[in-house]
């Protein structure tokens, strides 16, 4: 077997050999053994929050009071005007709800029946004792009286019945002389009435009756 040597390799020499021959394995290698990327580090995502803590937020200093004047103080010291309460109006009330189609409505109530007027009373007619067809005797003139020449008017208090019979004869306003009031008392007691009437009714009435004594004309 004969021995060929490459220009190339002759060349080099026997270091040149070794150097080529690690080359090629170095290939080799590269092609056999797998390259693993480098692990890259976890990022970790972080809240603006979370790095960097709040600042704390400043307070408004109060005001310092201003210094006092003597004429602040006076305007202290003035009573304020009470201002009066401001009147709250009440919110208008709402409006009634409408009734429905399906509900009835309630007719309204009639009007109370007016009573009637009471009719006018009647006038009331006096009880009569003057007229021939009452045949009443005149009152007697006591004969003192005459002779002593005793005048005036007795009025009598009478309570004349339904039936026209005085029930009760008073005397209410003397002429003077006692004589001539029981004069005057004795004879209408005796006499007869026309009873008093409201409309067509006869009721009992009380009136005065004058009874004049004169010598010009004796009872």
Do not use: C
Not at 155 to 167: I, N, W
């Amino acid at each position: 077997m004969s021995t060929r040597t490459y220009p190339a390799v002759a060349m080099l020499g026997t270091g040149g050999v070794h150097v080529v021959m690690l080359l090629l394995l170095g290939g080799l290698l590269a092609r056999q053994t797998p390259i693993t990327p480098p692990e890259l580090p976890a990022l970790q995502l972080v809240s603006a929050a979370q790095e960097a803590p709040p600042k704390p937020v400043a307070q408004a200093q109060p005001p310092k009071p201003a210094a006092r004047t003597p004429e602040t103080r006076r305007q202290s010291r003035q009573p304020q005007p009470v201002r009066p309460a401001s009147v709250v109006k009440p919110a208008p009330a709402q409006a009634a709800a409408q009734p429905s189609a399906n509900s009835v409505t309630a007719a309204p109530p009639a009007p109370p029946a007016t009573e009637a007027a009471p009719a006018p009373a009647a006038p009331v007619q006096e009880p009569l004792y003057k007229g021939a067809y009452l045949d009443n005797p005149k009152p007697v003139y006591p004969p003192l009286s005459v002779e002593l020449s005793e005048t005036g008017i007795v009025r009598l208090t009478v309570h004349v019945s339904a039936e026209g019979l005085p029930t009760a004869v008073s005397v209410a306003h003397s002429s003077g002389f006692p004589r001539l009031d029981r004069a005057a008392v004795t004879a209408v007691q005796r006499w007869k009435f026309v009873p008093a009437k409201r409309g067509k009714e006869p009721i009992a009435y009380t009136f005065i009756v004058p009874v004049e004594f004169s010598l010009k004309t004796k009872p």
